[in-house]
Nanobody
Framework: VQLQASGGGLVQAGGSLRLSCAAS????????MGWYRQTPGKQRELVAT???????NYAEYVKGRFTISRENAQNTVALQMNSLKPEDTAAYYC????????????WGKGTQVTVSS
């Protein structure tokens, strides 16, 4: 399984960005896709996830500002980020978790989001 993310960039505080991620390869039908983020010297942290059935989970620090969505038929996931803050600056990683016994986790390459104050 390969994950290809796109949509990062530089934006001013209060602005918006949309990240997209496309999964390809042999994808198990029941899965969870989402986004984590990481800044230098810190652990990767959850941003948002969404299951095949549409159940979402958001980190507290993005609730009300970020919206995750997916297209199951296309194996894509998107993250709409509004009201961005400088503390949202990070490398954002797309991920896919297979919801089955011994399910694997896959990661895409990070896409950089930089929010200037």
């Amino acid at each position: 399984v390969q994950l290809q993310a796109s949509g990062g960039g530089l934006v001013q505080a209060g602005g918006s960005l949309r990240l997209s991620c496309a999964a390809s390869g042999s994808i198990f039908s029941l899965n969870k896709m989402g986004w984590y983020r990481q800044t230098p010297g810190k652990q990767r942290e959850l941003v948002a996830t969404i299951t095949t059935g549409g159940v979402t989970n958001y980190a507290e620090y993005v609730k009300g500002r970020f919206t995750i969505s997916r297209e199951n038929a296309q194996n894509t996931v998107a993250l709409q980020m509004n009201s961005l803050k400088p503390e949202d600056t990070a490398a954002y990683y797309c991920y896919l978790f297979e919801w089955r016994t011994n399910g694997r986790t896959y990661w895409g390459k990070g896409t950089q989001v930089t929010v200037s104050s």
